[in-house]
C-alpha cells in the first residue's frame, strides 16, 4: 500500500539548535516533494519544492534533501527559533496524476 | 504569493442538514482545486480533486453522494457535506494550484471547522 510515513509525531529541540524532519514514502512515484509548515486551525503553507532530479535545495533558514533511492527527504531548520514551532508536513505529487498526498506531520517545539 | 480564501471557518450544524463551504481562488484562476479533511492531529486526507466544468475525482472510500464538490467556475469551488452526522464532524480545507509551473505547489485556504451536533 501507498505511505507517506515522518518520523515522529512530535520533536522538542532547544533553541538555535537545527531542528532535522523525515519524510519517508513507499510506493509512490513522485515528480517533486514539498513541505509545508501548518499553525493550528489553519491551513498549510508552502515552504519549499524539491524535484526527483535536485539533490539538495534551501531557503534562508531551511534546507531540504531529497534521495529518490532511498525514499526519503529530509528537512532541516538551522538556527531554530520558537516561532518555527508549528507541524511540518510533506506532501508529493505523483508522477502520473495531478494530486497531492501528504504525510502524517511532525509537531515541532522550540524552547527557548 | 496567491491566496485562496475559504468559507464559513467556522460551522456548527444540526444532525442531518446539509452545509456548503466555498473555496475561492482571489488573484488567479484555479483550474484544480483539491478538497481535504483532517482531524485533529492528523494529517491531511485527500477526498477528492476538483476540475472546472467537470466531476470531481474522488479518493477511494469517499462517497461523492455524501460529499458533493461543484466546480462552476476557474476562481470557486464548493464542497457540500448533504444530511451531516457527528462523524462528518472535521476540519476542511481546500488548496488550488497555480496555473503556472506545473501545479508545482499547493495554496490553502484557512479551513472550515465543521461541528455537527
Known amino acids: 500500500s501507498q505511505k507517506i510515513e515522518q518520523n515522529s509525531e512530535a520533536l522538542n529541540i532547544q533553541e538555535g539548535k537545527t531542528a532535522t524532519l523525515t519524510c519517508n514514502y513507499t510506493?509512490?512515484?513522485?515528480?517533486?516533494l514539498q513541505w509545508y509548515r501548518q499553525d493550528p486551525g489553519r491551513g498549510p503553507v508552502f515552504l519549499l519544492l524539491i524535484r526527483e532530479n535536485e539533490k539538495e535545495k534551501r531557503k534562508e533558514r531551511l534546507k531540504v534533501t531529497f534521495d529518490t533511492t532511498l525514499k526519503q527527504s529530509l528537512f532541516h531548520i538551522t538556527a531554530s527559533q520558537p516561532a518555527d514551532s508549528a507541524t511540518y508536513l510533506c506532501a508529493l505529487e505523483e508522477n502520473s496524476g495531478n494530486q497531492f498526498y501528504f504525510g502524517t506531520g511532525t509537531s515541532l517545539t522550540v524552547i527557548p | 504569493g496567491a491566496v485562496v480564501s475559504q468559507h464559513p471557518s467556522w460551522v456548527i450544524c444540526k444532525s442531518g442538514t446539509s452545509v456548503k463551504i466555498e473555496c475561492r481562488s482571489l488573484?488567479?484562476?484555479?483550474?484544480?482545486m483539491f478538497w481535504y479533511r483532517q482531524f485533529p492531529k492528523q494529517s491531511l486526507m485527500l477526498m477528492a480533486t476538483?476540475?472546472?466544468?467537470?466531476?470531481?475525482?474522488?479518493e477511494q472510500g469517499v462517497e461523492k453522494d455524501k460529499f458533493l464538490i461543484n466546480h462552476a467556475s476557474l476562481t470557486l469551488s464548493t464542497l457540500t457535506v448533504t444530511s451531516a452526522h457527528p462523524e462528518d464532524s472535521s476540519f476542511y480545507i481546500c488548496s488550488a494550484s497555480t496555473p503556472t509551473g506545473g501545479n508545482e505547489k499547493l495554496f490553502f485556504g484557512s479551513g472550515t471547522q465543521l461541528s455537527v451536533l
Open positions: 510506493n509512490y512515484s513522485p515528480a517533486y
Open positions: 476538483s476540475n472546472e466544468g467537470s466531476k470531481a475525482t474522488y
Open positions: 488573484d488567479f484562476q484555479a483550474t484544480t
